[in-house]
């Protein structure tokens, strides 16, 4: 039976040094802002931003939330970034995805300071992960990675297979894990005999979105289970893309949805935010 990864006790360990480090730079009078940008009505954007605001709150970082309507243009859109971008009070800008279909997800990602790139989207930020120097980290992955340390989880020489290749969790989560000399496979949905691969893994990091995809069959006796889906099942309830009650009996960690990855993506923004102010 696996040990459970607490993402919220992690998150709280972590929350509490970026609280100091907060209160230290204001000790010398350097202020931490974040802004926040939601565009229409997208009611989990909401939530989200919402859970971003009170995270900011709680460590001492201010937030500028900016809500725009569903019709804002592109031009708008931009034109506001560009303000932040050279608003001092601002260390950290955060455009919540997805955006309407009228307005190109790249160019508002591009027009971003890559110094303000809190999320680590901007081909700049990306450039610097692939090399292994970096400022900003992607959130998600970088929560799972305080994960692993914090519950003493060695990557090195290990197997690592990640399920997904997404530009925010499948493609750096692998970068994280070579960086800590794992042996990295990537699948997605034209891997052929998904299970063959997954078995051989030690570490299997699930980034699908569906729900319980990763079932117990799919899974080595003792392996590390990450689940980063968050997902409705058919009673509307939050699942991830791991199939817990069952596979929690084979691997030796997993961690639950929710409280396991989800409170970490909003710590890391959160450090990230602290890192960009503390390079004013
Ligand atoms: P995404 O962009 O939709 O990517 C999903 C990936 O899964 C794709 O690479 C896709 O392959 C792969 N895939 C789909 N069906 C597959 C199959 N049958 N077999 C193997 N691979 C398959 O999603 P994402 O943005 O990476 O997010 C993944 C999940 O994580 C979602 O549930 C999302 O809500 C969640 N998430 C959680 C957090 C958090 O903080 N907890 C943060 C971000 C995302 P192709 O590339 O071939 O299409």
Do not use: W
């Not at 709680?58 to 931009?78: D, W």
């Not at 290749?165 to 042996?183: C, D, F, H, Q, Y």
């Not at 699930?206 to 997902?231: C, L, P, R, S, W």
């Not at 817990?244 to 409170?263: H, L, M, R």
């Amino acid at each position: 039976m696996a040990e459970i990864i607490c993402g919220k006790t992690v998150s709280a360990a972590k929350r509490l040094d970026i609280k100091n480090r907060v209160e230290e730079l204001k000790n010398k009078g350097i202020t931490t802002g974040l802004a926040v940008i939601i565009v229409g009505n997208n009611s989990a954007s909401r939530v989200y931003v919402n859970n971003k605001k009170k995270a900011c709150e709680e460590v001492g970082i201010e937030s500028f939330e900016f809500a725009l309507p569903e019709e804002t243009t592109q031009e708008e859109l931009l034109n506001l970034i560009d303000k932040l971008n050279n608003d001092s009070k601002v260390d950290g800008i955060l455009c919540q995805l997805p955006l309407p279909s009228h307005i190109d997800e790249q160019a508002v990602i591009n027009s971003i300071d890559p110094k303000k790139d809190v999320d680590a989207f901007h081909p700049e930020n990306v450039g610097h992960i692939m090399i292994g120097d970096y400022t900003f980290l992607p959130c998600t992955p970088a929560g799972i990675m305080e994960m692993l340390k914090f519950y003493n989880i060695d990557v090195k020489g290990k197997k690592c297979v990640v399920i997904g290749r997404s530009n925010i969790v499948g493609k750096p989560m692998a970068m994280l894990l070579l960086k800590e000399n794992g042996t990295v496979e990537i699948c997605h949905s034209r891997t052929e005999n998904l299970k063959e691969e997954t078995l051989t893994a030690d570490i299997l990091v699930a980034a699908v979105g569906k729900a319980y995809f990763v079932t117990e069959d799919m899974v080595k006796d003792g392996a590390v289970v990450i689940d980063v889906g968050m997902n409705r099942n058919d009673e509307g309830k939050l699942c991830g893309d791991v199939d817990f009650d069952n596979v929690k009996e084979k691997a030796s960690f997993i961690t639950p949805v929710p409280g396991g990855v989800g409170p970490m993506t909003i710590t890391m923004l959160l450090e990230n935010t602290v890192r960009a102010a503390s390079q004013k």
